[in-house]
Structures are given as C-alpha cells and as structure tokens.
C-alpha cells in the first residue's frame, strides 16, 4: 500500500475538533485484528496454513484472496475480482505480486507442519497482460515430506507490518541488507539498494518518490479510488477489516460533523492536498535508503514471483528490527505517471519493457506499529 494514503484530512480549525473529542481513542478494534493472534488448531490444517497466508501485505490492504478447499490435500487459489485497483493499478500487476505474498506465505506455514507446497502457477491458463479473469491463480498439492525443513522467516509473519511512520537518520545495517538480498536468492531478480554513500542517486530517489506521490494525489479518479477504501471510525474498521484505516479523533469528529465528504475530489491545490503533500516529502526527505527488485520480463508468473521474493524481503528486513513501505505510485502503469515511472526505471538500469521495477520501497528503522485489519479466515474461503 501506498505512502501517507492514511492521512486524508487535517483541515484549519480541526484542532478544537480534536480537543472536544480528545479521549477518544485510536486503537483499532479488537476484532479488527483478531487474525493476527493466529488461527488456532484447526481440524484441516489447510485452514491453518490459510489463516497464516491472509496476514501478507496487499494492495491498498484490499485482500483480494479467495481459496477452494473442495479437492482434499489442495488448495486452489483465485483472485477476487471485486477487489481490484482498476485506476492505480489498471493491469493488476500489483494484484499479481499480491496474490505471490499470500503464496509464499502459505509455503512457509506448510513448511512448519512438515508439508512440501507443491505450487502449479495459473493450472487453467495464465491472464492476459491487462486483464484478470476467473480462472484460478495457482493450485497447491499439499504432501507430507519428512525432509522439509521449517524456514526462520515463518517466525517473523505475525510481526511484519508495513509501517509508514518517519525513518530514523541512521543507515541500515551491513548485515542487515546482505540478509535481505539472501532472502530472495531462490527467484531470478536483481536486489538494490541505496543510501547516503550515493547521495546523488539517494536525491534522484527522492525525487521521483515526491513528483509520483503528488501525481496520484492530484489526479481525480485516482485520488477517489484510495478515498472509496477508507475505513474512518471503529465501527467501519470493524465492519469492514480492510482498505485504509483512519481512526484518529480528529478525523472521526470530521466525519461526524460533514466536514469530510468522501464522495467529493479533493482540490489539488486544497488544505488536505498541501498538507499530505508536504507531510510525504519530510517523511521522504528522512529516508535514509531505499530497495528495490527488477525482473526480466513481466509476464503473470513473474509478477507472483516477485510478490513471493517481496514479503520474503520484509520478513528478513523485519528480522533486522527494519522497516519497509513500498512507493508503488512510480510503479503504476496510467498515463499520468508514465514521467516518474520512466525515470525510476532508468536510474536503476532496468529499461522497460524488457525489465521491470517490480517493487521499490522505503528501508529503515522506525517506531514500533501495530496491525492493520485483517477479514479474517471465513472470508476467504469459497463456500461450496
């Protein structure tokens, strides 16, 4: 999910607002993020592995996973079509990576139980390059291997987070990078980073991050399609356990009093607009570096694979007490970004099309987060 989509409003005069309603709290509610306790003993352990794969990041935590239980020892994967981003992400490759991070994770919950994940990548056809279909996205044949060997990652699953809070100044750790790219040894994919020790490549970073970030939040339809996933107040979070959570007071006292009206477009040159705009760039000013994975090609395994090498590399970064946050505007394919989406990809020496910038984040070490919501198990499992 993208930089700062949490902070939408913060408009003059909303300060006695929050003095009115400031004992109200913005913890999320606990049923909320009741999947993050993990999903219990559960008599098919394909419902184990299911709830462990459900808590990887996706696009604007949409969650857009669907399971088939019907074939015993299987797991068939789909993708939720209702849950697409059809302005920011027109082909689904985000999609795509998304569908990868719930794959990888439910590899790593099967190697705890002794299972071999045997993953058949589109059994029914592959997608188009600009469309999805309800053909499934990959079958999993479940055998018990007695020389399957648990992976360390698996222990970090219930404390990634994607956090977007501000960076400390200081550089990661030397060992801590070399234990990121390790994690994704097992795909054909270039690992980078950058930092203070390339102060002009860390600047063109910089860049191109606050130029993308202002182009998705002055556009109309692209602006609106964050805002129509936003979850204000403990009663939608609650309802909904998806999108974009916003539960501080303020903000809900806006919303209680018709100040925040989320069918309407923000004005690009607006109080909220400047005010997210100027928050993003101090938050990107203060990135001390930045990681990135490049493939050859595009094509839908590719996009799933990198989905699979991405949480593996927030895993390894979240061993390393480091933080991660992609910037995916940059990467996204409609017209208006086709500017910064050019420049990032030269300057990490992956011309398209036949390389792909796949993921490009934030790296650095940040106050502790909490969750964000999660459905649940019963969500995602198709009903027969």
Not at 207 to 215: G, P, S, V
Not at 306 to 321: H, I, P, S
């Amino acid at each position: 999910m993208s930089m700062d989509r949490r902070r939408f409003i913060r408009l003059a005069g909303g300060g006695a607002v929050a003095v009115t309603l400031g004992a109200c709290g913005s913890a999320l509610p606990p049923e909320a993020i009741a999947a993050w306790q993990g999903p219990g003993e559960q008599t098919d352990v394909r419902r184990w592995l299911v709830g462990h794969a459900l808590l990887a990041p996706h696009s604007h935590n949409l969650q857009s996973w669907l399971v088939d239980l019907g074939v015993p020892g299987e797991i068939t994967l789909f993708i939720d079509r209702s849950r697409l981003l059809p302005q920011t992400d027109p082909h689904s490759r985000q999609m795509m990576m998304s569908q990868g991070c719930f794959i990888e994770l439910l590899d790593l919950a099967a190697r705890e139980k002794g299972l071999r994940a045997q993953i058949e990548l589109f059994p029914r056809g592959a997608f188009g390059p600009e469309t999805v279909d309800a053909r499934p996205t990959a079958r999993i044949r479940l055998v018990p291997e007695a020389s399957v060997a648990p992976d360390p990652l698996f222990a970090q699953i219930f404390h990634r987070r994607t956090n977007r809070e501000a960076y400390e100044a200081r550089e990661p750790d030397a060992a801590a990078l070399e234990a990121i790219s390790a994690s994704v040894q097992a795909y054909p994919m270039r690992v980078g980073f950058v930092g203070a020790a390339q102060s002009e490549a860390l600047a063109r970073h910089r860049r191109i991050a606050r130029e993308a970030w202002r182009i998705e939040l002055v556009t109309p339809r692209t602006v609106m399609e964050s805002l129509q996933v936003l979850r204000v107040g403990p009663q939608e979070i609650a309802r909904h356990r998806d999108g974009i959570s916003l539960n501080a007071p303020m903000v809900r006292a806006l919303v209680a009093l018709g100040l925040f009206d989320r069918r309407e477009v923000p004005a690009p040159d607006g109080a909220s607009t400047t005010t997210q705009i100027q928050d993003f760039n101090t938050r990107i000013e203060h990135t001390p570096a930045f990681f990135w994975l490049v493939t050859e090609g595009n094509d839908r395994c590719t996009q799933i694979n990198a989905g699979r090498a991405y949480v593996r590399a927030q895993l390894a970064a979240t061993a390393a007490d480091l933080s991660m946050q992609p910037l995916s505007q940059a990467l996204q394919e409609y017209p208006e970004q086709i500017g910064p989406y050019n420049e990032i990809h030269r300057l990490l020496g992956a011309p398209a099309p036949r390389f792909t910038v796949q993921m490009w984040a934030r790296l650095g070490y940040a106050p502790v987060i909490g969750p964000s919501p999660r459905r649940g198990l019963a969500a995602h499992i198709l009903k027969a």
